[in-house]
């Protein structure tokens, strides 16, 4: 069985786009393979933050990824700073990642453009990844196009490290391979940009009914239907692809015909896409809550899925640290 890992930072609410982005994927990866699942905090700290902001943020994060199907008795599920070693190998890829793969990294590179003074957190980020990825040996990275890039980085470490101090010819650290998510890229409610908190054109995934109504009412449409009588493209219309994501293969084919036709509004199209979303979100809310109420077993859960991965990653750096004499 293979041994796949993930990681999600605890930016802000779990939105739709991550859900069927990625952690849909990962519920029904974790059927199929070895799975490590992390919230990845250290990560979020690149950025001004207030500690109890943080830790909620965090908090929240499981919850959510517990009630959208993530099952912490299948896979397994922790918080990154539970488990020190992922600083650790950080530390020790820094030493065998040369600069100039940092600095032409793209996220990087657009990231430190719009800030006025740029952190070695930000530059040394895809490394701290590449331990995350490394320390587990995962075999498999499931990740959106966005992150290919930082993927082949972490291959790039394990080739060099596994150079230096894989003495014994067989390579130490697998390199692990980009398993691209079957949705690939999700649009915001503008129809502009990838579907992102920092935006603000997301719909959170735990979001009350009437508050998700009320975000997909001016949602952007097909530009060319300037009048309800007016034919549209469904192809090029952002509802259309939300509606391929959680309504019924026949009312897809219901929605495509009337815009096509010009048979209903946009409103009709959204009033049909919220009912097919609420088909999904209403399940998830109502675990997220019953999750909520029981903090202790929520405590439990955390604290055994940290110790299955301490053991792993124990075991890695026992191996890394006697390879480079450290030890």
């Given at each position: 069985?293979?041994?796949?890992?993930?990681?999600?930072?605890?930016s802000?609410?779990?939105h739709v786009g991550n859900y069927l982005g990625a952690v849909r994927n990962w519920v029904a990866l974790q059927q199929e393979q070895d799975c490590i699942f992390c919230v990845v905090n250290l990560h979020a700290i690149t950025v001004p933050y207030a500690p109890d902001d943080l830790r909620r943020r965090t908090r929240e994060m499981v919850v959510s990824l517990i009630a959208a199907g993530v099952d912490p008795e299948v896979c397994t599920l922790f918080v990154q700073s539970a488990v020190p070693e992922h600083t650790e190998l950080n530390w020790i890829?820094?030493?065998?990642?040369p600069l100039g793969e940092l600095e032409r990294q793209t996220q990087f590179k657009e990231k430190a453009s719009r800030q006025e003074s740029v952190m070695a957190g930000l530059l040394n980020y895809p490394v701290l990844q590449a331990a995350d990825i490394l320390l587990y040996r995962a075999d498999g990275v499931p990740v959106g196009e966005d992150q290919v890039q930082h993927l082949e980085l972490?291959?790039?470490?394990?080739?060099?490290?596994?150079?230096?101090?894989?003495?014994?010819?067989?390579?130490?650290f697998p390199e692990p391979r980009a398993l691209l998510t079957p949705t690939r890229r999700i649009m915001g409610l503008d129809g502009q940009a990838k579907m992102s908190k920092s935006m603000g054109n997301t719909i959170g995934l735990l979001e009350p009914a009437d508050s998700v109504w009320q975000k997909l009412r001016p949602a952007m449409t097909d530009p060319a239907r300037v009048r309800k009588t007016d034919p549209g493209t469904p192809e090029i219309c952002n509802i259309y692809q939300l509606h391929?994501?959680?309504?019924?293969?026949?009312?897809?084919?219901?929605?495509?015909v009337n815009c096509r036709t010009a048979g209903w509004g946009c409103i009709d199209c959204k009033k049909v896409l919220h009912e097919s979303m609420e088909r999904t979100l209403l399940p998830i809310r109502r675990r997220a809550e019953e999750i909520a109420a029981?903090?202790?077993?929520?405590?439990e859960m955390l604290a055994a899925g940290a110790e299955r991965a301490r053991t792993v990653a124990g075991a890695t750096m026992v191996e890394v640290r006697d390879r480079m004499g450290i030890a």
């Open positions: 069985m293979s041994r796949i890992f993930s990681g999600i930072q605890p802000g609410e779990l890829f820094n030493t065998v990642t972490s291959r790039e470490i394990a080739r060099r490290w596994n150079a230096r101090f894989a003495s014994d010819g067989e390579p130490f391929r994501a959680f309504s019924t293969p026949d009312e897809v084919e219901t929605v495509a029981t903090p202790a077993r929520l405590d």
